[in-house]
C-alpha cells in the first residue's frame, strides 16, 4: 500500500484465525509491506470467504486498499471512497490539525473545503469543531458526488472559487485548500497506485507544481473573512515559493510542518480582527 493511511487493528470472529494467517501470507507474498494490518481491514470489510478471496485479488492486483473496502479512515472518520477520487493522505492530518484549532477559535467558523476530493478534510475538521459551518467544492464530478456521499449537502461543482455561493464572500473563516501541488515531470515518480487509480487532475500541480495554489491564494482575500486564513499543504521544497505568492496576494504567511508526517503546509491569514 503506498499511501499512509493508518488503520485500526481489530479482531474479528467472522474467520477462524487460518483464514487470517493465509491473508497475510498472500498479501506478503505479492509485496504488501502491512500485510498484517492489510489483512485485518480486509477480513473485517468481507461478508464472506468467496468477497474475501475477491478482495485479497484485487489487492494483490494493484488496487489500493481503500478503494478495495470503498473507505479510508483518516483522522479519526470513516471517509468513503469510489474509483478515481483521491485517497486522503496521512500527511493531511496537519491540515486537519490546524484548521480545526483555526475554526475551533471562531464561534459557528464558515469552513470551505476547496478541491475536496472525497471531502475527507472537511469531514474531519467539522468533526473537530463541531459548531462549524461546513462547504466543499471540487471540479471533478466524481470528486463532488463521491464528497456529497461524505458531507450531504453544500457541496458544489465547478473551478476553484466559481463554485462558491456568492454570499460566503469575505465570510469564510477557514479555507482549506489541499490543491494538486506535484510538479508535471515529477507525475512519473509517483506511487503506480496513485499514477494509475487517482486522477491526473488530482495530483498535477504545473511546472513547479504551485498552478493551482497560486490561484487560490490570489483569490483568497476576497473570500476569507477578516482574520480568516488559507491553509494549503505543498512540499518542503516549495515553501518558499509558495510564502512569496501569499504575501504577494497581501496575506501574512506562515509556515507550519511536521517531521513525523513529512508535512508542510503554508497558512494565509487575512489581516484584521477575525
Ligand atoms: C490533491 S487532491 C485533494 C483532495 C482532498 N482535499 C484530500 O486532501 O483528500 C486535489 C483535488 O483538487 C481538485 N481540483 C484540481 N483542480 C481544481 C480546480 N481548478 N478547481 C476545483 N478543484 C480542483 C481535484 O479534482 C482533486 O479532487
Known sequence: MTNTTCYPVRVTPRFPGSVMADTVATLRAAGCVYAEDEATVLVDAAADRAMLAAMVRRRTDGEPLE????YADFCGVRVRVRPGVFIPRVRSELLVRLGSAAARATPAAVVVDLCCGSGALGMAVTAQAPQSVLYAADRDPIAVACAR???????????LYTALPTRLRGRVDVLLA??????????GLLPAE?????????LDGGADGLDVFRRVVVGAPRWLAPGGVVLSEVSESQ????????RGAGLHADVASDDDLEATVVVGRRYGAP
Open 194 to 202: 496513485a499514477r494509475e487509480y487517482e486522477s491526473h487532475a488530482a
Open 149 to 159: 456521499d461524505n458531507l450531504g449537502s453544500r457541496v458544489y461543482q465547478g473551478d
Open 239 to 246: 515553501a518558499g515559493a509558495a510564502v512569496a505568492a501569499v
Open 67 to 70: 478503494l478495495v473496502v470503498g
Open 178 to 187: 489541499n490543491v494538486p501541488y506535484v510538479a508535471t515531470e515529477h507525475l
